[in-house]
């Protein structure tokens, strides 16, 4: 069973492209959890998703910033027009049920996007 | 509010023991975690306590919880040159999936 599989591991950007970074899920989990990290800070929560829906993207910008997490394929956070501040290392985790209650996140090795 | 805060930077021998410690502020969360991030790498969880626990021991690692002062603590034994990389504490504050993250603390081990 493969860990959480995150692609592409390094994204380059010019300002003002656009980034879509993939994530899939370990077999059988249908929770999927978005995570950005800033430089020298800790994981800061942006979105979570079960399949087909968002249930919290309290954490996400409003502008700019998408997930999803359709029925086939894997989930995807869309970053529309990036900018220097979005360069990050952003993190997916997945679990089989909703974590907090006793369920363990598995998390990915990241995507690392740099903005030029 | 939502605040974990941890050391940036430890160094120590390798043999000796390494203590990570952390003070989080929402007495609500249920369970409490140490992960670990070795370069360019993802976050692996190494272990975490139930918040009615005092302390938990898993080989050469324990984990001590002050509830009444909101302080965790991890302590790494006979700490080896595999064991650096980056600690981070999180909680979950009212059973919630989001997970707060300290910031990390670096622990460097020297030969």
């Known amino acids: 069973n493969a860990g959480v599989m995150q692609n592409p591991r390094h994204l380059v950007r010019r300002r003002g492209q656009e980034a879509r970074l993939r994530c899939s899920p370990m077999k059988g989990h249908s929770h999927v959890y978005w995570y950005r990290q800033l430089p020298e800070e800790g994981l800061k929560f942006m979105v979570y998703?079960?399949?087909?829906?968002?249930?919290?993207e309290s954490g996400m910008p409003k502008e700019r910033f998408s997930a999803e997490f359709p029925k086939e394929g894997p989930s995807i956070l869309r970053i529309q027009q990036v900018v220097r501040g979005d360069s990050a290392a952003y993190f997916c985790a997945s679990s089989p049920l909703r974590t907090g209650q006793n369920t363990e996140a598995f998390f990915g090795q990241g995507t690392r996007l740099t903005v030029v | 509010g939502e605040d974990v805060e941890q050391s940036l930077f430890l160094s120590v021998r390798e043999g000796d023991s390494s203590v990570i410690n952390c003070t989080y502020t929402?007495?609500?969360?249920?369970?409490l975690y140490w992960y670990k991030q070795e370069p360019g790498a993802g976050l692996q969880l190494l272990t975490y306590?139930?918040?009615?626990?005092d302390m938990k021991q898993d080989q050469r690692l324990t984990v001590l919880l002050n509830k009444k002062d909101k302080h965790l603590s991890l302590r790494i034994a006979d700490t080896q040159t595999g064991d650096s990389a980056i600690y981070f504490c999180?909680?979950?504050?009212?059973?919630?999936?989001?997970?707060?993250f300290g910031s990390g603390t670096r622990l460097l081990v020297r030969p």
């Open positions: 998703l079960q399949k087909e829906n968002i249930i919290d």
């Open positions: 999180a909680e979950n504050p009212d059973s919630s999936y989001k997970l707060i």
């Open positions: 929402d007495s609500s969360s249920t369970y």
């Open positions: 306590i139930f918040s009615n626990m």
